[in-house]
């Protein structure tokens, strides 16, 4: 029993003599423990707030990008009437390149208004044949038709105030 007593009171010395030391190094050691759970848990916020900008920015480029065709959609209307009534629907091909070079944008369909028959499509099955879309028909604004894997821009052609034919153009989300 002396052995342990003395055991003792040599650590209890030693204590005495490095309490300063002693202390200090558990504040180091709280001070390291608190910092890694601090720096742990701002990594996560980062990463969390970094996903959900990352997020919002490719909403707002998939809403511009909508946008964009929105606006080509409306434009190629104005220039589809022009190529009705000269009757060159042959040359709508090459005009409607550029427009397929998007990767949203799955196919462009021009329909004739009067009989429903399409007239130009770049799936070119479809040519001559009849459209059975009412709501496509009937269309008297610029409208889109929201699918759950396609979106319909359907965009009526005028020329003279007459409605001659519909642009339909199918976009991917």
Do not use: W
Request: hydrophobic share 45%; net charge negative.
């Amino acid at each position: 029993m002396n052995d342990k007593n003395k055991a003792f009171s040599f650590f209890l010395d030693f204590v005495k003599r490095n309490i300063i030391s002693i202390l200090l190094l558990l504040i180091l050691l709280v001070v390291l423990i608190y910092s890694r759970i601090n720096s742990t848990q701002t990594e996560k916020d980062y990463k969390e707030r970094l996903s959900e900008i990352v997020s919002i920015y490719e909403a707002e480029l998939d809403s511009l990008e909508y946008s964009k065709i929105t606006y080509l959609t409306e434009y190629t209307a104005k220039i589809v009437s022009g190529y009705i009534v000269e009757n060159r629907i042959d040359l709508l091909n090459d005009s409607f390149l550029f427009l397929l070079e998007n990767p949203h944008i799955e196919k462009i369909t021009i329909i004739n208004a009067s009989d429903a028959r399409i007239l130009f499509s770049t799936v070119k099955k479809d040519e001559g044949r009849l459209f059975r879309g009412i709501a496509v028909l009937t269309a008297g604004n610029f409208t889109i038709d929201s699918g759950e894997d396609l979106h319909k821009m359907i965009c009526p052609v005028y020329y003279n105030n007459m409605r001659i034919a519909i642009l339909l153009v199918d976009v991917k989300p």
